[in-house]
């Protein structure tokens, strides 16, 4: 891959974020050269096979067509460990079974590795209590309904299985070879680093819409476009210097280093994405003492990769977007960092957007602890029944016993 080096980085106290990088070159080729121009950085298939190796992808679904997920599971590039976190419904149609099928089909032709367990399982259940992580437990005992719970399931596997970066990736894309390349993008990002505290987000170079016969190629989402304002907002209001380097506060599609998994605080539901920011810039931002002193250290490396695909998504309607808009600004908003003057006009974009009136103040966000102190050998053993030998099944791809 042939990517730009960035062209700017903002430094927030302990935090680099680094501009958009564009890609120049989807695949430069097998040789290591050295730079051809300092502004640009070469990434060879090996060095990028090489991260993939020790990457897991996640991919969260709840009722998608089987099809899509078909498409997303081919785009994964094959040395990649794929890792499915379902929450869809097992009754009266066991959606749930058709997508383990589908995966289990994949595996046997590609001969690969991949693992495929419920949300709502109660052997997981179980086990996050054994390990000592409850906080994403409902009332009945089983896991929360979410995108963020099934995500921090899918870290934890990735911790099981060892891996060294843990990537997601939507079961809603309609193009596979896009799929491919926002999982190239977070290998290549992970060449670049100079701290272990990694996150590598894509930005969309357009997010198309059909207008009537024809294709609109818009550069933002409705929801993106204001939680990037807001975003930027709070670190001008702390640098005193304007910015608009934020460019990926909603990004489904990123990845993690391990490292950095293990000690981010994830927010419920669609407030996910934005909380990891908002969190990496309350704890080491500079402006409140922190107890990571490695972290403060090292630095956190947060790098922007624009794809070359465009992003087709499946389009859920407004409601939809109205609650992603709500929970994702209220990550914002609650910040210990956000000044008044960003949350009176998150307040006033709530109410210009129908979504919740100015006077009221949106919902909190439920937040769960970092996954640092769970018990990964309890864990282990404790879904033993499910995955039975965990080590054999990340090596021979098998999916999770259970009916
Ligand atoms: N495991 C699990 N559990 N998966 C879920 C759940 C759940 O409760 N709810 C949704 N998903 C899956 C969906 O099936 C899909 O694969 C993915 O999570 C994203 O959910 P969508 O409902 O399709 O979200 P979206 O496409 O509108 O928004 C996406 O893009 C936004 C940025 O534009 C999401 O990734 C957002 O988090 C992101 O901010």
Redesign the pocket.
């Known amino acids: 891959m042939l990517i730009e080096t960035p062209r700017y980085t903002e430094r927030f106290g302990s935090v680099r974020i680094h501009g958009t990088q564009r890609v120049l070159e989807l695949d430069s080729g097998d040789e290591e050269e050295a730079l051809l121009e300092p502004a640009v950085r070469k990434i060879s298939r090996q060095a990028i096979a090489q991260i993939e190796k020790r990457m897991a992808i996640v991919?969260?679904?709840?009722?998608?067509e089987l099809k899509l997920f078909e498409g997303v599971l081919s785009g994964i590039p094959h040395n990649c460990l794929i890792i499915v976190?379902?929450?869809s419904q097992r009754e009266p149609v066991d959606r749930y079974r058709m997508e383990r099928d589908a995966l289990e089909h994949f595996c046997k032709f590609t001969k690969r590795p991949a693992v495929i367990i419920h949300?709502k399982d109660r052997v997981i259940a179980e086990a996050l209590k054994k390990a000592g992580y409850r906080s994403i437990l409902g009332e009945d005992g089983l896991v929360k309904?979410?995108?963020a719970?099934?995500m921090i399931l899918g870290i934890l596997l990735a911790k099981l299985a060892g891996k060294d970066y843990v990537g997601f990736v939507?079961?809603?894309n309609y193009m596979p070879g896009a799929v491919h390349e926002y999982v190239e993008n977070f290998a290549a990002g992970f060449t670049i680093p100079e701290s272990p505290f990694v996150m590598v987000r894509n930005a969309w170079l357009f997010?198309p819409k059909i207008l009537g016969t024809d294709v609109y190629f818009k550069k933002w989402?409705r929801?993106?476009e204001l939680t990037n304002q807001h975003v930027n907002s709070i670190i001008s209001a702390h640098t005193h210097f304007e910015t608009e380097v934020i460019k990926t506060a909603?990004?489904?599609?990123h990845a993690l280093s391990m490292p950095l998994a293990s000690i981010l605080p994830f927010a419920s539901g669609?407030a996910?994405?934005p909380y990891e920011l908002m969190f990496i810039f309350e704890q080491f931002g500079g402006i409140k003492p922190t107890a990571y002193k490695e972290v403060v250290e090292k630095g956190i490396d947060i790098y922007q990769i624009e794809t070359r695909n465009p992003h087709f998504?499946?389009e859920?309607g407004d409601k939809?977007?109205a609650e992603?808009l709500l929970a994702?600004l209220a990550a914002v908003y609650y910040s210990s960092i956000c000044d008044e003057e960003t949350k009176k006009a998150i307040r006033n974009d709530l109410a210009r957007h129908k979504v919740s009136p100015a006077n009221r103040e949106p919902p909190k966000p439920v937040i769960y602890p970092p996954i640092k102190n769970v018990n990964i050998d309890a864990f282990r053993e404790a879904v033993k029944e499910i995955i039975p030998a965990v080590e054999t099944m990340f090596k021979n791809s098998l999916t999770a016993k259970r009916k």
């Open positions: 991919i969260p679904i709840k009722g998608e976190v379902s929450n949300q309904d979410g995108k719970e099934g939507d079961a809603d997010k989402g929801v993106s909603n990004a489904g599609e669609f996910v994405e998504h499946k859920k939809h977007v992603m994702s």
